[in-house]
């Protein structure tokens, strides 16, 4: 009976193994969302209730197939439903996925723009990758077309942590650079929170923190949200030592810190035996990027990174002026060849050209003909071919180009470049300072406009300033409006704006003047309408304020500039727009005490006066207060 017995059970489960169906293939296989936003339903269905909604990017388990629908359960939240499968994608768990962040991108038969075009894909697609080169990604789109994509127009798809909330890279920093002509950068990460500042084409940012597809980062001083479907990610092997639990999470900004002892070494290692690989001077401003105990991670403008004690530096003050060495930021980076690249950094709106693997006997500095353009040209080849500018730097054009066993790299600003060059052959490291050579006119100068007003309330309103008597016209509207106009003005003059905001703004009015003197602005120019209490008697014109009290120190040695900023300013104007001339003022406003540059404040006609508020309610008269502002600065920088 044993006997019997044995056999049988052997018979059910040779059965068993032969006849009982297989799990299917996929089972517990990860997957991505490929459509921009997908429905996530209780049921497989169109008419099944949506149970919660998922992005481009997201990534799922795969739990069961019915038809043309997937169950799935979302690695973020975990919630479980059924989506349609032509929105998704299985990830193979051996190959890259990166999702397409231009808008249209081509499809070509080869890596390279030479190749013909088989097909296209739109902002958002998720793709796996099954070859690489050059830069370029050989891919599927999904419609079926085989093809390369270059890496430029895409971004390495995140891990699920990275996914889920605001973990940064595990293996360091991680850097964004935009990939569409301007980018808005806005207070929180979604699109519908209010507008900070913008970036441009090809500007390189260090990432701070992410979310559910946003990124945050810092420009010039302000920080800010940006979409992800706009950059290309890259990250950077961190240094020897333990990060920072705040530096890991990447949750909270970059802290500032100002050295204190008179001259600090700047250590390889987190120790005072390490080597030293800098050193630093009094007063000089350092980015934190990590801790290990008593012993912090910075990164110099040169691209050394090392540490310094915690005990020689101090946290910088919130709104504190500028002393030292000036923070510097990477606004391009482009590997030319295996250990040598071309950087262009940001040091507070002015360019740094950095070249790191060439001695000075590598490389030349060629004449152009055009005398607002540089010409390097490089020893060594590169497969780079780039075109690109960083118009907030003033640099208008950058091509990057092979010819013969050379590396070009042409730049054209809006401003006639002064250089000045420094080298260090053993560590094969140049660094090329651009200056704005003396002009008589405003070529290069770097000017900020405020228009007044328009800051977010409590509630998320903003501050109207004053409304018109008549109609009921804001004053933001018309301060922003000419602000806008001025700024075309001026840059068509050939000096660079830069806008304490477009439409609203979250900074205090300490922190619009911050913005001017960490920008290292020539002038500051604040535009307002005016409004005046007075019924009984009718006030109307223009006027015109500066301050630079004999009693403070620090901006009386601005005295005769910021006056005579003001009354050229209010002469031009009454010239341009005909209105009384009510005369120039010193004013204890916020915007002209804080600011450590020669600033003014505009009072272009009164919204209180009901003809001046039917004449600021028209597009003629606002471009009269425009181009007699423009004047005005026209003459001062003369």
Not at 231 to 259: C, D, F, K, Q
Not at 278 to 300: S, T
Not at 456 to 467: C, K, Y
């Amino acid at each position: 009976m044993i006997f019997t017995y044995s056999r049988k059970a052997l018979l059910v489960v040779l059965l068993l193994v032969f006849f009982w169906p297989p799990p299917p293939a996929w089972a517990g296989e990860k997957g991505v969302v490929t459509g921009s936003v997908v429905n996530v339903r209780k049921s497989p269905g169109l008419n099944s209730a949506v149970v919660t909604k998922a992005k481009a990017g997201q990534e799922f388990e795969l739990l069961e197939k019915s038809g043309e629908w997937w169950k799935v359960r979302l690695i973020t939240g975990g919630t479980v439903g059924w989506v349609h499968g032509s929105l998704v994608q299985l990830k193979k768990t051996d190959q890259k996925t990166v999702k397409v962040t231009g808008s249209t991108v081509n499809i070509r038969k080869g890596p390279g723009t030479g190749y013909a075009k088989v097909g296209q894909v739109q902002a958002g697609a998720v793709l796996t990758v099954s070859d690489e080169k050059n830069g370029w990604y050989l891919v599927q789109a999904p419609n079926g077309v085989k093809g390369w994509i270059a890496g430029w127009h895409t971004v390495v798809e995140p891990t699920a942590a990275q996914s889920s909330g605001t973990a940064s890279p595990a293996n360091g920093r991680q850097y964004l650079t935009v990939t569409t002509e301007v980018l808005n950068v806005r207070s929180g990460p979604d699109a519908e929170y209010p507008l900070v500042t913008k970036i441009g084409l090809n500007e390189t940012h260090q990432v701070i923190a992410a979310q559910d597809g946003w990124y945050k980062i810092a420009v010039g001083g302000v920080e800010g949200w940006v979409c992800g479907d706009y950059v290309r990610l890259s990250a950077e092997a961190a240094s020897s030592g333990t990060s920072s639990p705040e530096a890991s999470a990447g949750n909270t900004p970059l802290e500032t810190v100002v050295v204190t002892g008179s001259v600090v070494n700047i250590r390889q290692q987190a120790s005072i035996e390490a080597a030293v690989v800098a050193q630093v001077k009094q007063g000089d401003r350092l980015a934190v990027a990590g801790r290990d105990g008593d012993w912090l991670e910075v990164r110099l403008s040169n691209g050394t990174k090392g540490w310094v004690a915690s005990w020689l530096a101090s946290p910088e003050q919130p709104g504190a002026s500028s002393r030292g060495s000036i923070l510097e930021s990477e606004a391009l980076i482009a590997p030319i060849g295996e250990g040598r690249n071309f950087r262009i950094i940001d040091s507070l709106g002015r360019p740094i050209l950095l070249l790191e693997g060439w001695t000075s006997s590598q490389y030349r500095i060629k004449a152009a003909k055009d005398e607002n353009a540089i010409t390097l040209e490089l020893e060594g080849a590169t497969s780079i071919n780039y075109e690109g500018k960083i118009a907030r730097l003033g640099i208008g054009g950058i091509k990057i180009y092979s010819q013969d066993d050379k590396t070009l790299i042409e730049l054209l600003f809006s401003y006639t470049p002064l250089q000045t060059v420094s080298f260090d052959d053993t560590a094969k490291v140049t660094r090329i300072l651009i200056g704005v050579a003396q002009t008589s006119g405003l070529s290069g100068k770097i000017i900020v406009i405020d228009p007044g007003h328009s800051s977010v309330q409590p509630g998320g309103w903003l501050d109207p300033g004053a409304i018109g008597i008549k109609t009921g016209l804001k004053e933001k509207d018309v301060n922003l409006d000419v602000a806008f106009k001025l700024k075309k003005l001026l840059e068509q003059a050939g000096a660079r704006v830069i806008m304490t905001h477009t439409g609203q703004t979250e900074l205090s009015l300490a922190e619009r003047a911050w913005l001017a003197n960490n920008s290292r602005a020539d002038i500051f120019v604040s535009i307002h309408a005016n409004f005046s209490e007075n019924k009984k008697t009718k006030i109307s014109g223009h006027s015109t304020y500066y301050y630079a009290p004999v009693s403070n120190s620090e901006l009386s040695p601005q005295r005769y500039s910021r006056q005579k900023l003001a009354a050229l300013v209010q002469r031009e104007l009454v010239k341009a727009a005909g209105r009384n001339d009510l005369g120039v003022f010193q004013e204890n406003f916020a915007v002209l005490r804080e600011t450590r540059v020669p600033s003014v404040l505009v009072e272009t006609a009164f919204l209180s006066d009901a003809e001046e508020e039917a004449l600021l309610g028209t597009d003629s008269f606002r471009q009269k207060l425009a181009a007699g502002i423009f004047n005005g600065i026209k003459a001062y920088f003369e």
